[in-house]
Antibody, heavy 116, light 113 residues
Framework: QVQLVESGGGVVQPGKSLRLSCATSGFTFNSHGMHWVRQGPGRGLEWVAVISYDGTNKDYADSVRGRFTISRDNSNNTLYLQMNSLSPADTGLYYC?????????WGQGTLVTVSS | DIVVTQSPDSLAVSLGERASINCKSSQTLLYRSNNKNYLAWFQQKAGQPPKLLIYWASFREFGVPDRFSASGSGTDFTLTISSLQAEDVAVYYCQQYFRTPYTFGQGTKLEIK
């Protein structure tokens, strides 16, 4: 079955960088668009970024555009989110989700905490 | 950006009773070339990731109980739980996937009365 396992979260100081990974299995990764969605503590869901099946098309929420980069390695079935210039507002649980534009399957999330 | 607004923010319903949640979009989510509404409903239970319930505004995802139904078109949509069960306690979100950014509603917290 579809499995999405996020990793790479942790505690980081403001202004620093972090790279998240989403290891996938159970489906043909290179045929599906993928998303990152985040959820701040006690807050709702916020869509972050999307990437096409082949990595050629990407789009971002305005709140992360220019700071975050979504990418994928189709040879290793892995999705990434490079996060730079982090601020406390970026704190939250980051989910990867399969399929685009509809996010059909979700991972369990990885927690990012931005704090000094 | 398309703004998606849910109502109410919270809802308490007795077991076995009907629960309805509304979702309103600032722009139409109906794509006329395929007559599909790009609107999904998700259920998020405490400590779990969101789970897709409904897509194309009214199509139930495989495995979702048939007490969950949804309707609407254009800018106004509704999720209905016909007979509330204890396991339906959760936060429910609608999301438009018509155009990026793929915005979510603020969520509706559903509890047992």
């Amino acid at each position: 079955q579809v499995q999405l396992v996020e990793s790479g979260g942790g505690v980081v100081q403001p202004g620093k960088s972090l790279r998240l990974s989403c290891a996938t299995s159970g489906f043909t990764f290179n045929s599906h668009g993928m998303h990152w969605v985040r959820q701040g503590p006690g807050r709702g869901l916020e869509w972050v970024a999307v990437i096409s099946y082949d990595g050629t098309n990407k789009d971002y929420a305005d709140s992360v555009r220019g700071r975050f980069t979504i990418s994928r390695d189709n040879s290793n079935n892995t999705l990434y989110l490079q996060m730079n210039s982090l601020s406390p507002a970026d704190t939250g649980l980051y989910y990867c989700a399969k399929d685009s534009p509809l996010a059909r399957d979700w991972g369990q999330g990885t927690l990012v905490t931005v704090s000094s | 950006d398309i703004v998606v607004t849910q109502s109410p923010d919270s809802l308490a319903v007795s077991l076995g009773e009907r629960a309805s949640i509304n979702c309103k979009s600032s722009q139409t989510l109906l794509y006329r070339s395929n007559n599909k509404n790009y609107l999904a409903w998700f259920q998020q239970k405490a400590g779990q990731p969101p789970k897709l319930l409904i897509y194309w505004a009214s199509f139930r995802e495989f495995g979702v109980p048939d007490r969950f139904s949804a309707s609407g078109s254009g800018t106004d949509f509704t999720l209905t739980i016909s007979s509330l069960q204890a396991e339906d306690v959760a936060v429910y979100y609608c999301q438009q996937y018509f155009r990026t950014p793929y915005t979510f509603g603020q969520g509706t917290k559903l509890e047992i009365k």
